[in-house]
């Protein structure tokens, strides 16, 4: 809740400080800097550009807040998921030693990484905020592997503005644009609190972007894809969760 009024903040203070409608300090944002978000045209179509066009302005540097140790949830919520298909588990059943994650897509050197790759090419920590759009939260450290090491061994080209990613079972994906990509909080995350990441938190590898919603944080990642257009991904808009009313860009 205390996301949704600070986003509100931002926007109208944005709309009232130019002295237009928000609408028009929308437009006049988005087709200035591009900044239109793959699920721009849908039922909330300019209130998202609005959003996200705000919030890109104001925080692309931004932080997510990082908290103190002694913050650290006691009883983290682990989200129910889809049961784990036969694949997954033969994965698990091996201590996930065989699970890759394959980088492709518009890079110059597309890779496929083990857990133990991820490991050797940075190893990072935070202690950040799931938040859940359905108003519950929780903190946990994560340690991982930020997504811009893992881009810059891939070498992404310079046409490229967002990047997808997927979990073991397919319906699961999302994507974020560049300024989330190579957020220094942005962690191809398989650690927790210490520990190797539990399965019911996304082990044996999640993305996690901390300065959007907990739906962005995606579970199981298997694969990940450059791109300069998200048009010929699912329905086009992004992801899936626009077709059911939640915006792409879920800024906090
Ligand atoms: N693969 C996968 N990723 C997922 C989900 C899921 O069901 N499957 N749920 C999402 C949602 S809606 C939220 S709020 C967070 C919940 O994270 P948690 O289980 O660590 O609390 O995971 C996100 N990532
Ligand atoms: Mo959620």
């Known amino acids: 809740m205390k996301s949704i009024t600070r986003r509100k903040l931002i926007t109208t203070g944005l709309a009232a400080t130019a002295g237009i409608s928000a609408l028009a300090v929308a437009d006049k944002l988005a087709s200035r800097f591009g900044l239109i978000p793959p699920d721009h045209g849908g039922l909330y179509g300019p209130g998202e550009t609005l959003t996200y066009a705000a919030q890109r302005m104001l925080t692309t540097h931004a932080p997510a807040r990082e908290f103190p140790r002694s913050m650290i949830s006691k009883a983290p919520f682990a989200n129910e998921v889809a049961p784990p298909s036969e694949e997954f588990k033969r994965y698990q059943a091996n201590g996930f030693r065989d699970w890759r994650l394959v980088v492709d897509g518009m890079v110059e050197h597309p890779l496929s990484l083990s857990l133990a790759d991820l490991r050797s090419l940075a190893v990072r920590n935070q202690i950040t905020e799931v938040a859940c759009e359905e108003g519950w939260s929780y903190v946990a450290e994560w340690i991982g592997t930020p997504l811009h090491e893992v881009l810059k061994e891939a070498g992404p080209l310079p046409q490229v503005r967002y990047i997808a990613y997927f979990s073991i079972d397919r319906n699961w994906w999302d994507s974020i644009d560049m ?58 808009l992004g992801s899936p969760e626009p077709e059911f009313g939640y915006a792409w860009y879920a800024g906090i």
Do not use: C, E
């Open 179 to 236: 300024a989330d990509a190579l957020h220094p909080q942005t962690f191809l995350t398989w650690g927790m609190n210490d520990g190797d990441l539990p399965v019911g938190f996304g082990g044996p590898l999640r993305m996690r972007v901390p300065r959007q919603l907990g739906y962005k944080s995606v579970k199981f990642i298997t694969r990940i894809t450059a791109t300069d257009s998200m048009k010929h991904f699912g329905k086009g």
